[in-house]
Every structure is written in C-alpha cells, then in structure tokens.
C-alpha cells in the first residue's frame, strides 16, 4: 500500500471533468500540490470525448495535447436530408487523457486503483483505510442518475474497430440516422482515426435507462458489414447512459448530491448540456474558473462550483425545454424527424447550439414555423411541466 500524501487541492475522480481541473491547476498555478485520485486503473477508463473545435475559447492550449485526431468537417445523414458541415472535429481518447495528465503532475500525486470510503472538505478516506489530508476537495466522480431531475436517456455501445482494408470514410459522421428507428431516437456514430481504425458507436435517445449490450453489437455487426467492412479485430468496447435533462428542481439537487464543504466538477454539478449530455466546454470553463481563484479554501472552491452550476442551470432552460419536445411532442420512432429539421439550420446556429451558447435570434429560429410533430402536442410539451418525462433519479 503506497502512503497517501497530503496535499493542496485533492480531486476526486479521474475522468474528464477531474483530470481537466488538474490540468488547469498544473498548468496556471504549478504551486498549488494537486492531488487525483481515480478508482479505475486508468485516467478516464475506456473513452472518448469528442468536441468542435467553436465550442472553444479560453483554454483550448489545455485541450491540444488531449487530441488524438481531428478532422476540417463533418457530415449528418437523415433519411430525407443529408449534409457536409466544415466546422472542424476533435477526438480526445482515455489514453491520451491518462498519459498528459501524468506528466502534469507528479507521479506520486495520480493515485489510480483507489476506491474512495468517504471524503469531506478536508479529507479524502480511501477504502484501504489511508487518508489524504487535504486544503480542500474536488468531488468529480460523475453521476450514474439525477435525483430531482426528470427526463430521458441518452444510452450508446461504442467500438473502436480495426477493419482488413481501408473503410474509406474521410471525415466524421456525427449523426447517421437512417438506420432502423427502436427504442427512441437512434443514429450510428463514426470517427475514422486512421485509414483502417474506425470508432463506431450505436446511440438512442430512449425513455429508459436499459442498455441491451447483445443487441447493440449485433447491429453494429450489421452497419459495418452493410458498409461493405470486414473487421479483423474489435480493439475495445465502451457502454454509457447518460440522463437528458428536461425538467428539474437544481437545489434539491444540489443538496442530494454532494458533501457539504466540497467543491463539484462534471456531472456531479450538472455541468452537461441539458439535450445532448455533452460536458467538455463546461467542464474547461469551471476548470479555468478554479485555476483563476486567489482563495483556493473549501468554502471559496464550494462556492465558486456552486455559483458555476447554478449559472449554468439557467442558462440551460431553452435547452432542457426542447428536451421536453423531444420526448414528449413525438412519438420515439418519430423524434429522428426534429434533429432532421434542425441540420437544415444555418451553421453558426449549429455552432452555438452546441456549445450551449444560443442567441434569442437562434432560439426564434429553431421554434419557428411548423414542426415536424403535431402542432398540438409541441405546443404543450415547450408549455408544459413535463411531469410526463421520465424520473432520471435510478436505484443505488
């Protein structure tokens, strides 16, 4: 058992939210001692993270060493509608992740394979029985549900395959939804990171959280071999569900969710995009916002990452409204027809959609004219409570 050192700034959880932080510390204020601890044996497990490159500002040189592949372009494709789109992609993997992060800090301070018995504002318990004293605590270990919160799911199988001769795709296809429409919204995700290297992943935007691991490999088997590719290998396999937020009540949240005198980071402070459970651009700015903080105490970093989520909630209302269009104006077969619309918008507004920074004008634009739902049903969804979503609170 290695001894557990004390330290300044102890994060917990080595994800993308946690390593971003310690990123930000190393980087901006290298006398701060930054502690992570990861219960998994790597940084950021089995995983990419994937942004447009307009989603970024202040802090785009902590993302750069992070990338493992970008791209000049993308493309949707939908049964009725398909386009080539030229903002610029970036892939960001766990292994690129784990490696910079290690040499940011000092070795001693990455502490991997390290469950977490309990933390507070100045302590970290591991489950071996060592404590990491600490000036202040970071939660930033995600979260599987959202107490208080109601919605749907985002759920996805991803695969990096390797395939025998080259699968010919030039740049990304973020959203292919043409495939087969069960169990909501469903489209196939690509990302070709070498000429014979494509990460496939199949996703949905469902009412339940149940992921049909089987099920989803079967129809990746079927898209690729539909694409004329022989796979040789499967190098490996990712699974998430990740709760999209339509409605919620943020303090009860809050309180649920977290240790009294912790700061909070990632999901643990939903700093997610309310419809598409995207969290890069959040997660660097909150990280920038800590690195610029003179008081790095555990009331002032609790006060700062409440202060960021609660901005951030309300900034996301128009967001988490056209969650409650989604999933309560059409029927899940039908929900393809929405995202159909909204690729034929300008690119600009695509832009800043996505990185969650909609003008009034793009929020007039994506509710005018008919929608591709009855006009009746939309109407009381964007007005509605959303009391027919879905409770995104699951079991321990």
């Known amino acids: 058992m290695m001894p557990a050192p004390s330290t300044d700034i102890a994060i917990v959880g080595g994800g993308l939210a946690g390593s971003l932080v310690a990123l930000a510390l190393a980087s901006r204020r290298p006398e701060v001692r930054v502690s992570l601890i990861e219960q998994g044996a790597r940084l950021g497990g089995e995983h990419i993270w994937s942004f447009f490159e307009s989603d970024v500002g202040e802090g785009a040189e902590l ?71 600490a000036g202040a605590v970071i939660d930033a270990r995600g979260l599987h549900g959202m107490p208080h919160m109601r919605g749907g799911w985002q759920k996805f199988l991803g695969r990096m395959l390797t395939t025998a001769t080259p699968h010919g795709l030039a740049r990304p296809i973020v959203m292919d939804a043409t495939v087969r429409q069960v169990d909501g919204y469903r489209f196939v995700y690509a990302l070709p990171f070498s000429p014979t290297q494509v990460f496939l992943e199949d996703t949905y935007y469902s009412d339940t959280p149940g992921l049909d691991v089987p099920a989803l490999r079967d129809r990746l088997d079927a898209y690729a071999a539909a694409q004329g590719w022989h796979v040789a290998r499967v190098d490996y396999e990712e699974t998430g569900v990740l709760p999209v937020i339509g409605k919620g009540d943020f303090a009860r949240f809050w309180a649920a969710t977290g240790e009294n005198g912790t700061g909070r980071a990632g999901a643990r402070a939903a700093l997610v995009h309310p419809l598409t459970s995207y969290s890069l651009p959040f997660a660097l700015q909150l990280a920038i916002g800590i690195s610029a903080l003179d008081n790095l105490s555990p009331q002032s970093l609790g006060e700062c990452c409440h202060a960021w989520a609660l ?21 899940p077969a039908r929900r393809y027809t929405i995202l159909e619309r909204f690729y034929r918008l300008p690119e600009p507004l695509i832009e800043r959609f996505y990185a969650g920074r909609s003008t009034r004008a793009d929020m007039m634009r994506i509710l005018c004219g008919k929608p591709p739902v009855p006009l009746g049903r939309a109407i009381s969804s964007l007005l509605g409570s959303g009391s027919g979503l879905a409770s995104l609170e699951l079991p321990r």
């Open 63 to 133: 993302l750069e060493p992070l990338v493992a592949a970008r791209w000049d372009g993308y493309e949707v494709h939908f049964p009725a509608h398909r386009r080539q789109l030229g903002t610029c992609y970036r892939s960001i993997t766990s292994g690129r992740l784990d490696e910079v992060v290690r040499r940011a800090l000092p070795q001693d301070r990455v502490l991997t394979g390290r469950k977490v018995a309990s933390l507070g504002p100045n302590a970290v318990t591991l489950e071996d029985g060592s404590v990491i004293e």
């Open 311 to 331: 901005q951030h909630w309300r900034q996301g209302r128009f967001y988490r409204m056209l969650t409650r269009m989604l999933f309560e104006a059409s029927s």
